[in-house]
Every structure is written in C-alpha cells, then in structure tokens.
T-cell receptor, first 112, second 117 residues
Framework: DAKTTQPTSMDCAEGRAANLPCNHS???????VYWYRQIHSQGPQYIIH???NNETNEMASLIITEDRKSSTLILPHATLRDTAVYYC?????????????FGDGTTLTVKP | EAGVAQSPRYKIIEKRQSVAFWCNPI?????LYWYQQILGQGPKLLIQ????????DSQLPKDRFSAERLKGVDSTLKIQPAKLEDSAVYLC???????????????FGPGTRLTVL
C-alpha cells in the first residue's frame, strides 16, 4: 500500500480557504486518493476521492498533481465546524485492509 | 436515512473480563467493517465482512478477539479476555460493497469507547 505523509497540524482563519496537503510519492496507477475527516468524538466521515483528475463536491475540492505524487484538499470557506482530524488515504478502490489504514492525519483548527 | 448504529457507547471493564459490542449497519449495505482507534491514532481495520463472509481479518488478534455477522446484517465484536492495551474506541462502518455505490464510501457509526482497568 502507498504510504501518505501529512502535516501533524494546521490552523486556518474562519471564512478563509483551508488547504490540506498530502504526499503519496509511491502511489500506484490503480490507487485512489480518499479524504475522510473525524470530528471530535464522532466516527470518520467521507469527504471526497479521486484518481487523477481534480474533483469537487459540496464539501470540498481535491487537487491531484499531474504525477499523482501529492494532492491537496481544499475547504473553500472554512467554518468552526470544520475543526477536525483530516485523513488522506491511498487505496485500491474498495480495499480497506492494512495495518495503518487511516494514518494519523492532520488536525485542522479553524479559528474565529 | 438511518446511520450506522452501535451499542453500547461506553464500556468500562477490568482486565481479563469479556466484552461485546454490537453494530447495526445501514440497511442494504453488504460490507461491514470493524476498526480499533487508540487515542491519538487513526482507525485501524480489524475485520471486514462481505455479507456474512469474512473478507479480511489479518489485523484481528484472534487469540482474544472474535467477530460474527450472522444473516449478513448485524454484527458483534467480542474481546475475551480483555487486556489493558485494548482500551480504545471501536468503530463500525458499512458500505454498499461490490461495484455499487459511491466507490465503497464507508459510513461510520459513533463508536464504542472501551476502557480496560
């Protein structure tokens, strides 16, 4: 499985865009990039996923570099409720097995 | 749409005791997952079911942990006997499975927080 590297923590001002980076330099051609987040005391929540094209949904945008070795999750207008741990996961579609499925993620703190 | 239900939400036991957790997935979801999340770490997959069959249990400590999914719906995870290092949040998730749905997006329950004293 491809390993991902994320910063341990990040801060963002409320109303500003939050850009969360993820490095996955050993990603394979059939592996997708998934993003989940976990708000305190809740289970993880799916945000978005992509293979090689940029993706956008009602929650966020995902920008994947052309060589697919890194990606950025963008929350366009962060709110206090976006404070959470964000996990970047690289997996073959539908295959969630592995010792460190989610890694340790990035703790995003949105400040007023 | 009802989400993934788990019970109990909290459990405190002494080491060497037994404990069981219950999960009711979203209706129609064929795939069910159990994760262990130790404080400060990301979730780690313990076992994955497809209907009532085990797809992957490579990370399940089988000497003390067991799980079943009778009739392919609800599932129980049991620890017997518990150790101090089993203190964690146990998360259940489900997905449509197969080739359907949003690329096997997982929906998580609120988790059961286990404290072993």
């Amino acid at each position: 499985d491809a390993k991902t590297t994320q910063p341990t923590s990040m801060d963002c001002a409320e109303g500003r865009a939050a850009n969360l980076p993820c490095n996955h330099s050993t990603i394979s051609g059939n592996e997708y990039v998934y993003w989940y987040r976990q708000i305190h005391s809740q289970g993880p929540q799916y945000i978005i996923h992509g293979l090689k094209n940029n993706e956008t949904n009602e929650m966020a945008s995902l920008i994947i570099t052309e060589d697919r070795k890194s990606s950025t999750l963008i929350l366009p207008h962060a709110t206090l409720r976006d404070t959470a741990v964000y996990y970047c996961i690289v997996r073959v579609r539908g295959d969630w097995a592995g010792k460190s499925t989610f890694g340790d993620g990035t703790t995003l703190t949105v400040k007023p | 749409e009802a989400g993934v239900a788990q019970s109990p939400r909290y459990k405190i036991i002494e080491k060497r005791q037994s404990v069981a957790f219950w999960c009711n997935p979203i209706s129609g979801h064929a795939t069910l997952y159990w994760y262990q999340q130790i404080l400060g770490q990301g979730p780690k997959l313990l076992i994955q079911f497809q209907n009532n069959g085990v797809v992957d249990d490579s990370q399940l400590p089988k000497d003390r942990f067991s799980a079943e999914r009778l009739k392919g719906v609800d599932s129980t995870l049991k620890i017997q006997p518990a150790k101090l290092e089993d203190s964690a949040v146990y998360l259940c998730a489900s997905s449509l499975g197969g080739r359907g749905g949003r690329y096997n997006e997982q929906f998580f329950g609120p988790g059961t927080r286990l404290t072993v004293l």
